[in-house]
Structures are given as structure tokens and as C-alpha cells.
């Protein structure tokens, strides 16, 4: 079993920016064979994938949505993944979820991932 806690989560102005941490543990977790993903999520909508990077980071993928502005990264070592999150706009309000999955073809949907997170508030206003 995974768990997974998510921290950095806040309130900020349109155009400011925020790093959101994710930390991984579990008596057998294994930082290399996992995964790692961001989505967030806002009352009444599905949740929606933003980022996930691939178990060595040698590959990232985002949403169209936050392509240019998000950058996420990962430190193995520390069992870690972050979100960093450049020029935040009102439309990025949402709970931020850290997820993992060691499946091996991961497509970006939320049923793909195993382990979630309790998640993270971030508030962007106008």
C-alpha cells in the first residue's frame, strides 16, 4: 500500500505561483516502479488530469490546459514529486490530488492510478 501526502496548497493571486509537494511511503514502496501523477478536481466536475512523469523522469506529459505554465518533477531519492505552477489563473482553482500507479501502460485518466492522496487546496483569485 501507497500513501501519498500532498502539501503547498494555498491562496494566491492571478499571476503568482505555487510549488505543490507530494510524499510518497509504504513498507515496500519503491520510488522507481511508480508512476506519479497531479490532477485536480472542482465541485461538481470530474476529475481531471494535469501532469504525471515517468518513473525515471525521463518523460513528462501535461494538460493542454496547463502546457507552458506547470512543470512537474520528481526526486526519487526522497520519494517525492512536485508540481510547480507558474502565472496561476482563477481557472486553476481546484483540489490538487498526487497519485501513483506502477501499471505499465498509464494513460492519463484517473482509473489508471492506484494510490491517492488526501489532497490539496489551491485558490487562485482574480
Known amino acids: 500500500q501507497v500513501q501519498l501526502v500532498e502539501s503547498g496548497g494555498g491562496l494566491v493571486q492571478a499571476g503568482d505561483s505555487l510549488r505543490l509537494s507530494c510524499s510518497a511511503s509504504?513498507?515496500?514502496?519503491?520510488?522507481?516502479?511508480?508512476?506519479m501523477g497531479w490532477f485536480r478536481q472542482v465541485p461538481g466536475k470530474e476529475r481531471e488530469f494535469v501532469a504525471k512523469?515517468?518513473?525515471?523522469?525521463?518523460?513528462?506529459d501535461y494538460a493542454d490546459s496547463v502546457k507552458g505554465r506547470f512543470t512537474i518533477s520528481r526526486d526519487n531519492a526522497k520519494n517525492t514529486v512536485y508540481i510547480q505552477m507558474n502565472s496561476l489563473k482563477p481557472e486553476d482553482t481546484a483540489v490538487y490530488y498526487c497519485?501513483?500507479?506502477?501499471?505499465?501502460?498509464?494513460?492519463?485518466?484517473?482509473?489508471?492510478?492506484?494510490?491517492w492522496g488526501q489532497g490539496t487546496q489551491v485558490t487562485v483569485s482574480s
Open positions: 497519485a501513483a500507479t506502477n501499471s505499465m501502460f498509464v494513460p492519463n485518466i484517473p482509473q489508471k492510478f492506484d494510490s
Open positions: 512523469i515517468s518513473r525515471r523522469s525521463s518523460s513528462t
Open positions: 509504504g513498507r515496500t514502496f519503491n520510488s522507481y516502479s511508480y508512476v
